[in-house]
């Protein structure tokens, strides 16, 4: 399984992003999808999932009401909207994937960098 993720830049204080991850590879074994990131000097940190057959989603507290995952089946591509957005969501996002009988991800993106200024 491979995923790329893009969409990241340079936005200011309550601007929106839409990042994006493509999937390819052994799709179908693919269950979720979940987005991390990682601020500078500090550990990764759970954002957002998305299971791919129900559409049942998931987020951090910090996220809540602001961000929005989603998917496309047909494109094997999943999508964080990211709207209000403030300078602690400053970070390199990771979009990652796992097989129904992984806890952990195993599967992970390059990383996109979003900087949001004041």
């Known amino acids: 399984v491979q995923l790329q993720a893009f969409g990241g830049g340079l936005v200011q204080a309550g601007g929106s992003l839409r990042l994006s991850c493509a999937v390819s590879g052994r799709t179908f074994s693919s269950y979720d999808m979940g987005w991390f990131r990682q601020a500078p000097g500090k550990n990764r940190e759970f954002v957002a999932r998305i299971i791919w057959t129900s559409g049942s989603t998931y987020y951090a507290d910090s996220v809540k009401g602001r961000f929005t995952v989603s998917r496309d089946n047909a494109k094997n591509t999943v999508y964080l909207q990211m709207n209000s957005l403030k300078p602690e969501d400053t970070a390199v996002y990771y979009c990652?994937?796992?097989?129904?009988?992984?806890?952990?991800?195993?599967?992970w993106g390059q990383g996109t960098e979003v900087t949001v200024s004041s």
């Open positions: 990652a994937t796992r097989t129904a009988s992984s806890y952990a991800y195993n599967y």
